[in-house]
């Protein structure tokens, strides 16, 4: 009997250690499989003051029709100290495939841009062109300097 309840404890530890998310290779090492656990998919991005996003947090010009062509977004940032240096990472999840992208394609990193200084009544701000790879219901985790900042949920039409 103890043989069997070792090997059902060896078989349930396999399982918790394995990913549900297929991570990307060049995925940064900051994000965490937790991270996309606190998703909320009823949370959609809301318009504010000519922006998409979530207020007083992450609001975006150029996001009002998201759509698969490559589009330029002016990204906002609120509640940011100390600017200079930082970085702002964006993960894209697609709900239905389950599925990590980048989405950035303004850099030589697809998924980092550098943030610049205050803008728009925000406290940070950056350009970048984004680029989604199929339409439907996309989490956007944005992390500042590698710690999750917020998540921005849109949907995305052809």
């Known amino acids: 009997m103890l043989l069997v309840l070792t090997g059902l404890i060896g078989v349930g530890c396999a399982?918790?250690?394995e990913k549900k998310f297929a991570f990307p290779d060049d995925l940064p090492e900051f994000v965490l499989e937790s991270d996309f656990d606190i998703i909320d998919w009823e949370r959609q991005a809301g318009e504010f003051d000519g922006m998409v996003g979530n207020?007083?947090?992450?609001?975006?010009?150029?996001?009002d029709m998201p759509s698969l062509n490559?589009?330029?977004?002016?990204?906002h940032l609120w509640g940011i100290?100390?600017?200079?240096g930082k970085?702002?990472?964006?993960?894209?999840?697609?709900?239905?495939?389950?599925?990590?992208?980048?989405?950035?394609?303004?850099?030589?990193?697809?998924w980092s841009v550098t943030l610049a200084?205050?803008?728009?009544?925000a406290d940070a701000h950056?350009?970048?062109?984004v680029k989604f790879t199929e339409p439907g219901e996309?989490?956007?985790?944005l992390y500042v300097n590698e710690e999750l900042f917020d998540i921005i949920v849109l949907n995305i039409n052809e």
């Open 126 to 129: 950056t350009p970048s062109s």
């Open 15 to 17: 399982e918790a250690g």
């Open 70 to 75: 490559g589009q330029k977004w002016m990204w």
């Open 55 to 63: 207020q007083n947090m992450v609001g975006v010009i150029g996001a």
């Open 138 to 141: 996309w989490a956007l985790l």
């Open 117 to 121: 200084g205050e803008n728009n009544g």
């Open 81 to 84: 100290d100390e600017v200079l």
């Open 87 to 110: 970085e702002l990472t964006v993960v894209g999840y697609h709900k239905e495939t389950e599925t990590i992208h980048p989405i950035l394609t303004s850099s030589n990193d697809s």
